[in-house]
């Protein structure tokens, strides 16, 4: 793996790729199984790949977990060798911010629900530095993890508002055995936070099942939703959502595609999970050509 950590070795680096196609991972590091799903499926389907780690001061409010984020450079590069990544982009905060930088990409409504709502102007963050990131890895196909799934709803109307020439592919949540979904915050649970929090997926589950059999309510999905989180009480429930796959704005009848989604604060970290609904789970998913 090439280490780049300038815009100037980067656009030498990216110059020199072999192959037409170039997969872009982007990730903010403390990379785990979830992250490898993401460059092993960009190695399938593309001729480079490319994967960045930054953790994006911007897309983090002022009392969140920005200064104690997980960092591990060496295990990262480590792993990214191991799973044959091209170029690894590890760049400091004024190569991808310049001094005086103000642009900012604001994705409208979509960014006020939900995450947005619970962390105002993370998808500012998040949109801003993703499109930097396109713009400067010049990648035509991109890999996020459908776990942060609100985020890959805002990049894919960013790439579409924008018309950015980068195909956006969206790869199954990764899960431990107890379907805990794997995320670089679950390293701050203890242990009992840790037993606890297979809540979130058997809650989500139980929505799952629900309208499987049946319940089209959005109201009642969201009810049995509340009803398995109380199984955690260290976990205190932000948002229990049964929204429109696209709008994120939330249903009454779950009678097109739908994500069902939730975040929950437990004393030690702040987790977030989703299911896409409606027999959807592939409807957001698009393949490289
Ligand atoms: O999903 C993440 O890790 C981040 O939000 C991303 C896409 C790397 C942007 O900072």
Redesign the pocket.
């Known amino acids: 793996v090439r280490v780049v950590r300038t815009r100037a070795e980067l656009r030498e680096a990216r110059a020199a790729l072999p192959g037409r196609s170039v997969g872009f991972v982007?990730?903010?590091g403390a990379l785990h199984e979830g992250h490898s799903s993401l460059v092993r499926r960009a190695r399938e389907a593309c001729d480079a790949v490319v994967a960045?780690i930054?953790v994006?001061p911007t897309?983090f409010g002022p009392n969140e977990d920005f200064n104690r984020y997980p960092r591990d450079e060496e295990a990262d590069m480590a792993l990214l060798e191991s799973l044959g990544v091209d170029i690894a982009v590890v760049p400091g905060v004024e190569e991808i911010y310049p001094p005086g930088a103000s642009v900012t990409v604001d994705v409208g409504r979509l960014g006020d629900v939900l995450e947005g709502a619970a962390r105002p102007g993370h998808f500012r963050?998040?949109a801003t530095?993703?499109t930097i990131?396109f713009n400067l890895v010049q990648p035509t196909h991109a890999f996020?993890?459908q776990k942060?799934g609100q985020?890959t709803v805002v990049?894919r109307r960013l790439v579409r508002d924008l018309g950015l020439p980068v195909e956006i592919v969206v790869c199954p949540t990764v899960r431990e055995p107890d379907g805990l979904a794997r995320s670089s915050r679950n390293r701050y649970l203890g242990a009992d936070e840790r037993a606890q929090a297979q809540a979130l997926h058997r809650a989500l589950q139980a929505a799952e099942a629900a309208l499987a059999e049946g319940e089209w309510s959005a109201d009642r999905l969201r009810e049995m939703m509340r009803v398995e989180l109380a199984n955690a009480p260290l976990a205190v429930p932000d948002y229990v959502s049964v929204a429109d796959a696209e709008t994120l704005q939330e249903l009454d009848t779950v009678d097109r595609p739908a994500l069902a989604s939730l975040a929950v604060r437990f004393p030690s970290a702040r987790l977030i999970d989703c299911l896409p609904l409606a027999g959807q789970a592939r409807a957001g998913l698009s393949r490289p050509a």
Request: no cysteine; glycine share 12%; proline share 6%.
């Open positions: 982007p990730t903010m960045s930054f994006n897309q963050g998040v530095v993703v990131l996020f993890g942060d985020q990049v």
